[in-house]
């Protein structure tokens, strides 16, 4: 019989992993928004170390997760959207993206955050220590992922769709 940790274990894996790459494009995005770039890149790592985390906890389980994805190297492309950003600039527009790729980020946030709530019972459940202390270190910075995006939200919202 076959238990539910290894099928959450590889959602919350996949949701690490697309948050890591969503967070980083999203510093990419908005570049000239400072605060946004450092602060999203910095989450990102967050992201990252959970996936490596749960590659490692997911084989304890019978799962060949891959580690997180390798960095991608700056080019062109990176050079490209850095131009791009620029130009955009602060545009009401450029604004109306943030507030949207935000909620994206929140929402990814969130559903990592049921997951991890999920797998916190199950290894409760089970007295699996090994599995509690892997939800006690990762939760807690994916909630804080959260805050980030909805204080953020909060601040860009009022001025930005009042202004168009």
Known sequence: MTNGIPATLRALHDGERSL????LAVAERH???????????????WSREHTARLA???????????????????????ALREKTAEALGRRSATGLLLL????????????????????????????DEELLDLVSSCHPQTLRQM???????????PQLLTSI
């Open 56 to 78: 490692e906890t997911g084989r304890r389980h019978g799962l060949d997760l891959p580690g997180p994805p390798d960095d991608p190297a700056p080019g062109a492309l990176a």
């Open 20 to 23: 890591e790459r969503d967070l």
């Open 100 to 127: 949207h790729d935000l909620r994206d980020l929140h929402l990814a946030a969130a559903r990592n955050s049921l997951h991890w709530v999920m797998l916190a019972q199950a290894a409760q459940a089970l007295r």
């Open 147 to 157: 805050r980030w995006t909805n204080t953020v939200i909060k601040e860009q919202a």
């Open 31 to 45: 570049r000239t928004e400072h605060e946004v770039h450092h602060v999203a890149t910095d989450l990102a790592r």
